[in-house]
């Protein structure tokens, strides 16, 4: 691939990180997040992260949409080089160019369902486009709800509303951090319906971070890290054909040279990567 | 669990630091004022105290008292009496004291010292032991003075210099024939002293042959009271008092002491307000501390700590947050001492040298105030964190704090407010003495009220803001919510400011519509062009009034003389005017008979009438400070004011009945009208002398309103301490609430808000939060103001309510400035909050 873009949708390019390292510390201390990574994120489809924890599976979500600095290599969203940024202009570009939904604390407490949809658009000072806004609310299901707030709705509920917002401004693309990590089965599993039929049916893009192999099993595609590295990936994921790849896993391991991360995916420091 | 309390100072040193700061400045306010006026009062008392080394017994006139209508009289002390003084076995020498004042020129033709603490004496004998001379001989005669040290070199004289000096009025310019060092306790305090010869002093101080003291030192051996009993025998019984040099000097620190105890007290007040303010904020940051730690506590009880284990540890907590800004605050309250007194000497107020005086009592009060405030506002917090149940620790939301229902709070917020309005209210109907009472009981009872009802006023007064911030797009939209979402915090923390910023307001309201009333009375009355009087409000020689009668372009003049009398058994104050010219000079409204005044007419005002029972045409006798009796007739009944009042005769009349007439003021009117050429025509014509003022109806308005802003000054410098702790306040504030909102904050930005447009929403919270205390503030004092001004009201038929537009505009913009200088901080960490951590699910 060249980075020249091209029209045909197939195969054009959301965003791409190349080369992609991401470093904290010195010396002893040094611990490789990202290892060189290389990925595409190709327009139209439904992408899956996955990876045990400490793997660099968030860390390479945060770098590709503009939330974590990196150490060296490259990342572009549609044709913006992200390296060469200011932090207010990769604010913009989050603004214009990029959904999100993370696993918790997505919405403003004060405001309504509604006003929690148009907040990006708010932000831009932008009027949202108002047929566009009546489908996305329609699609997750959420017209006699709109006047709610956070907290007199449901999780399922709450996080139906971030779809929405993220949806709701047409980004190039969408990042989902773990977006049913706090709901029960059936409510992840309706997020997770809304987020395939924004990619079949709207031609959007989105990426997402899992550690759940039901959750990856509605992408079009699974991207495996561990230690930092891209592993593997896997086309038209199951739930099974995911299960079974990741019983397959060394489960973290010292491979990378960063000795300091424990053996024990659940119990892996919390604090940096989730 | 004192551990546990400890390490969660240590661990929220940062969040403490300015409920800290609050408690330390409140202190250091406290222990200052003590440190101060303890330093002060104690450096008086040692320099007074050496003033009466010379004296070992002093011998004073005793006071006749008024009797049915012969008038009281303080007798004289002779020189027989002086001699006899100096006879008695145990004494060894005797000093005839006369005293004075002398007003002293610098070499600019300006008085030294304002004219309130110059001072005058006689130099006893060829060598006197009070003053040694450091330069030059003692004083002879008229053309002769010498002048305190400290005084000569402030303004250059040196021995053989020529200097003008005034009396009371005249002026003279002797030659400097001495400089002389003193302990004297006015010299030491900044003020100057002039000592002339004795014969000179007394005549100069209109006491020919007599002294106002006879300071009377002892032979070795015999005791101060054995010398004043020996001397009490000497001396004619019942025409004097004789005290020794100890007990004079034990009245006198206890009269300083007690000076400065009301000046403490004063000070304590505004000390107390600022901590009071203080308060609002601990108990803020103790609740959001609580808030924030609520699974931690839930934890604890789990565990088996019980309910008060709980309380105790937040009290713990408290204890140590006070301990440290106590300790703190005590030190910097030394410092401040320290620095008063450094400053109010650059304001020209000499304080005698002395020691920082710093009392186990100082530092008692100072550790008290600071440990017991920040335990008492931590004591709510504290109840409300034993209340967690033990099960919050295992819930996997996001404990939030319980928002109670407002309405008991709202019910009880009305009912003191209401309470607090109908007693103020009713207080204004009250004279002014009745009603001083009920009006502090109602104003306490509002703001009690307004703070309780805060939270309820929050939202409706927010709202009014919201067209204001919708200008600012998102930022202002989040910014509003933000403000209303914790009504109970925004409320602690406008209320804070508002405290500050009512009182502010109401002394604005009050002094204005004083200042107004009064300025209006001063001149309401007056015809005359000029009015002349002593700097330092003694009184004229009536030479003065002689000089402006025959000073061209003056076209009537009349003295206002002071005397007192016994009428009906009572004493009371006659004032002589000239009645050919008071017509001319003043415009009071005659209600009954004519404008008389000659011979035996008077004229009375309105009160002194009623209260005597007299009309047009009553007949009383006055008896004169000679002993002389008067029938006096009632011509004219005026309207009095706070300037021109009481029974007015001729002073052809009262005159001769004087032994040494002496004017308060003289009123002229000229030909010209006043102008600053008529001004300066008058003023040469009396010698350009300092001490004497002609002061034109403007000028006198000019003077009452810098007699008020230099009060008003003081009380905003005073009250400017509780603003500064309210802007603490509102900077915790703001702190914790970007702290707990981290996740928000984190949410936001992730979504597109740049750095830029977080601060401005945080700026604008705290803009609304300082402007909510702020017009709550502003509200409040036009209230009290208005009301204070109703009290006094009845007593001053010109009071006029005048509200300083300017200065509660003024107000409102320091809340502004307020909010955007506390939001400094806060609204830097919001916005360089680390965005990744923010979002991060727990």
């Known amino acids: ?274 | 669990m004192f551990r546990t309390a400890l390490r969660n100072v240590l661990a929220h040193k940062a969040r403490l630091l300015m409920t800290v700061l609050a408690v330390m400045l409140g202190v250091a306010f406290v222990s200052g004022t003590l440190v101060f006026t303890n330093t002060i009062s104690d450096a008086f008392q040692k320099s007074s105290a050496k003033g009466f080394d010379h004296v070992d017994v002093a011998v004073q006139p005793k006071y006749q008292d008024s009797e049915g209508d012969k008038l009281g009289r303080t007798p004289e002390l002779t020189r027989a009496m002086l001699d006899k003084s100096a006879d008695v076995p145990g004494a060894a020498s005797a000093i005839g004291v006369v005293q004075g004042f002398t007003a002293i020129a610098d070499k600019d033709g300006k008085l030294i010292g304002g004219g309130f603490r110059s001072e005058a004496a006689n130099y006893w004998d060829a060598k006197d032991p009070r003053y040694p001379l450091t330069d030059g001989t003692a004083p002879h005669g008229r053309d002769q003075v010498a002048i305190d040290a400290e005084t000569a070199k402030r303004a250059g004289y040196k021995v053989g210099d020529t200097v003008r000096i005034s009396v009371d009025g005249p002026v003279l310019t002797p030659t400097v024939s001495g400089v002389f060092t003193t302990d004297d306790g006015n010299v030491a305090a900044g003020g100057s002293l002039a000592l002339f010869d004795t014969a000179t002093a007394q005549q100069l101080f209109g006491k020919p042959g007599t002294y106002d003291e006879i300071d009377v030192a002892a032979r070795p051996g015999t005791s101060q009271s054995a010398l004043r009993a020996q001397l009490d025998r000497a001396l004619p019984e019942g025409l004097t008092e004789t005290t020794t040099g100890k007990k004079l000097a034990d009245d006198q620190a206890e009269m300083i002491a007690s000076s400065m105890s009301s000046m403490k007290q004063g000070l304590l007040v505004f000390a107390g307000i600022a901590l009071f303010v203080g308060t609002f904020i601990i108990a803020n940051t103790f609740t959001m501390l609580v808030a924030q730690r609520t699974k931690e506590l839930a934890l604890l009880r789990a565990v088996g700590a019980s309910r008060r284990q709980v309380t105790r540890s937040v009290l713990i907590e408290a204890f140590v947050v006070g301990l440290i800004a106590a300790v703190t605050g005590l030190v910097a309250g030394a410092g401040i001492g320290a620095g008063l007194r450094s400053l109010i000497g650059s304001f020209g107020a000499t304080v005698p040298d002395g020691p920082l005086v710093i009392t186990p009592g100082t530092v008692l009060a100072a550790l008290a105030v600071g440990i017991l405030v920040t335990m008492l506002a931590a004591w709510l917090p504290g109840r409300r964190a034993a209340k967690i149940p033990p099960v919050a620790a295992m819930s996997s939301l996001h404990a939030k704090a319980t928002t109670k229902s407002l309405v008991l709070r709202n019910t009880l917020g009305a009912l003191f407010s209401a309470a607090g309005i109908a007693v103020v209210l009713a207080a204004t109907t009250m004279n002014s003495s009745d009603g001083q009472g009920p009006m502090g009981l109602g104003a306490v009872l509002l703001i009690i009220g307004v703070f309780i009802l805060t939270p309820l006023l929050s939202r409706p007064l927010i709202a009014a803001a919201a067209p204001v911030l919708r200008a600012f797009g998102v930022s202002g939209k989040l910014a509003r919510q933000n403000s209303v979402r914790n009504p109970r915090r925004t409320a602690a923390t406008a209320s804070a400011l508002m405290i500050g910023l009512t009182l502010i307001t109401g002394m604005t309201v009050l002094a204005g519509s004083l200042q107004h009333s009064i300025d209006r009375m001063a001149s309401a009355a007056i015809k005359a062009d000029y009015v002349v009087s002593m700097a330092n409000g003694n009184e004229l020689s009536p030479d003065v009034g002689r000089t402006l009668e025959e000073t061209a372009g003056v076209t009537a003049s009349s003295p206002l003389r002071n005397a007192p009398a016994r009428i009906d058994r009572e004493t009371e104050y006659l004032t002589g005017v000239d009645g050919g010219t008071i017509g001319k000079l003043t415009d009071l409204t005659v209600d009954d008979g004519s404008f008389k005044v000659g011979g035996t007419q008077v004229v009375v005002d309105e009160d002194t009438a009623t209260s005597h029972g007299w009309r047009v045409g009553s007949d009383f006798t006055a008896g004169y400070e000679d002993g002389r009796k008067e029938r006096l007739t009632v011509a004219g009944v005026y309207e009095g004011n706070e300037m021109i009042r009481g029974i007015m005769l001729d002073n052809a009349t009262l005159s001769p009945h004087q032994t040494d007439p002496a004017d308060m003021q003289i009123m002229v009117k000229t030909a010209d009208g006043a102008s600053a050429a008529t001004k300066d025509k008058l003023e040469k014509a009396l010698g350009s002398n300092p001490a004497v003022r002609v002061q034109s109806k403007k000028d006198i308005s000019n003077e009452i309103a810098r007699s008020f802003t230099l009060v008003l000054n003081m009380l905003y410098g005073l009250l400017a301490m509780a603003v500064i702790v309210a802007v603490l306040g509102v900077i915790n504030t703001l702190a914790m609430s970007v702290f707990e909102r981290s996740q928000e904050i984190g949410m936001l930005r992730a979504i597109g808000l740049d750095r830029k447009s977080v601060k401005r929403m945080v700026r604008l919270e705290s803009l609304v939060i300082s402007l909510f205390g702020g017009v709550l503030g502003v509200g409040l004092g036009v209230f009290f103001g208005w009301a204070a001004g109703q009290l006094l009201g009845t007593k001053m038929p010109t009071y006029e309510l005048v509200l300083p537009w300017t200065r509660m505009g003024i107000f409102l913009l320091l809340a502004a400035a307020v909010g955007v200088l506390a939001a400094l901080w806060p609204a830097r960490r919001a916005a360089r909050l680390n965005m990744l951590a923010a979002i991060k699910s727990e």
Not at chain 1, 109 to 136: C, F, H, S, Y
Not at chain 1, 150 to 172: E, K, M, T
């Open chain 1, 1 to 274: 691939m060249t980075t020249t873009p091209t029209v045909d949708r197939a195969t054009a390019v959301a965003a791409r990180a190349t080369e992609l390292s991401k470093i904290y510390g010195q010396g002893e201390t040094q611990v490789v997040a990202l290892d060189r990574v290389s990925v595409d994120f190709r327009q139209a489809e439904f992408t899956a992260i996955m990876g045990p924890s400490g793997s660099g599976k968030s860390t390479l979500m945060h770098c590709v949409a503009g939330l974590d600095t990196f150490s060296s290599g490259s990342v572009r969203i549609g044709e913006t080089e992200l390296g060469s940024l200011k932090d207010k202009q990769l604010t913009k570009l989050r603004r214009d160019k990029i959904g999100f939904i993370f696993q918790a604390f997505n919405l403003l407490p004060t405001l309504t369902a509604l006003e929690n949809i148009t907040l990006p658009m708010d932000i831009a000072g932008r009027k949202p486009d108002k047929q566009w806004l009546d489908d996305v609310i329609r699609m997750v299901g959420l017209s006699d709800r709109l006047s709610h707030r956070p907290s007199q709705l449901s999780g399922g509920q709450q996080q139906r509303v971030a779809v929405a917002r993220a949806l709701a401004s047409r980004p190039d693309i969408i990042f989902g951090d773990e977006p049913t990590g706090n709901l029960d089965s059936r409510s992840g599993a309706e997020v997770l319906g809304f987020l395939r039929n924004s990619v079949r049916e709207l031609g959007q893009t989105v990426v997402m971070v899992t550690h759940d192999p039901v959750a990856a099993a509605y992408a079009d595609r699974v991207v495996f890290l561990a230690d930092g590295r891209i592993v593997d990936e896997m086309y038209r994921p199951t739930a099974e054909t995911v299960l079974d790849f990741m019983r397959q896993f060394p489960g973290g391991g010292n491979t990378s040279g960063s000795g300091a991360r424990p053996q024990t995916p659940e119990f892996d420091a919390k604090g940096r990567t989730s």
